[in-house]
């Protein structure tokens, strides 16, 4: 029995405290088991959380549908709540894919304006490398073009690059490559409507295909891009000066 609190004997045997341990020992054994209670607590908020059903009562009838939690520390034992935990794994692992932000794209520049011209993150690096520069071509009279100067036409856009993610094989390509694959195996006779899902498991594979959409939006970011809002614009004198100062 504690010698310092005789009456918290059974508090002290929860924590596996001897009677040598003083107050203060069994009190941050408290404030460890609820910070490790309320991270516990914090992790199910975050990632197991799923919408709730509309209840059945006639009281409730027309009052907000609370979302519900996969699972429950309340009245499980261990066991039970690691097979509740291992099955909401995947809805959790989907649940903590943030939904896709496209990459801040910038303006793209052009000195022509034509498809496959628009090779200049800037005005200044436009006009660095095409300022004056006229060309005699092979020395006909009609091969003549004239440098880019003050007062010339040049065309400046908005760059845009599609999800990663939409390359990647759909729910239907996935499933018509497993019929495929299937009808091509030495069972293949045998295949008929292989495979038939219900709707649990098309939302289970919708759930699974969400780590694979984010591993293609961080590695696979492409390089190539669509424009949109071609506009001319007219070189200024300003614009040839901070060319030359940048």
């Given amino acids: 029995m504690p010698k310092h609190k005789p009456e918290l ?14 107050l203060s020992t069994l009190l941050v054994n408290i404030e460890n088991t609820k910070r490790f209670a309320d991270l516990l607590h914090d992790v199910e908020r975050e990632f197991f959380m799923v919408p709730g059903e509309p209840s059945d009562e006639p009281d409730d009838e027309g009052a907000p549908i609370d979302d519900e939690c996969l699972v429950n520390r309340w009245g499980s034992t261990p066991g039970d709540y690691l097979k509740q935990f291992r099955l909401a794994l995947p809805i959790a692992a989907a649940n903590s894919i943030p939904e896709y932000e496209a990459p801040k794209t910038g303006e793209k520049w052009s000195l022509t304006g034509d498809n496959g011209s628009w090779d200049y993150d800037s005005l200044e690096d ?85 780590p694979l959409k984010a591993w293609a939006r961080k590695h696979c970011q492409p390089e190539f891009f669509t424009i949109k809002d071609i506009a001319p614009h007219i070189v200024t004198v300003e614009d040839v000066s901070r060319s030359r100062k940048s």
């Fill in 126 to 210: 436009l006009l660095k490398d095409n300022y004056g520069h006229d060309s005699d071509g092979d020395g006909h009279t009609a091969s003549y073009r004239a440098g880019l100067y003050e007062g010339g036409t040049v065309y400046r856009d908005t760059e845009c690059k599609d999800d990663p993610a939409t390359f990647l094989p759909d729910q239907d390509d996935l499933l018509e490559h497993m019929s495929e694959r299937a009808y091509d195996s030495d069972a293949g006779e045998w295949a008929d409507n292989y495979p038939t899902l219900d709707s649990d498991a098309k939302l289970e594979l919708e759930r699974a295909m969400r």
């Fill in 9 to 22: 004997a059974s508090i002290y045997n929860v924590f596996g405290l001897s009677s040598n341990h003083v």
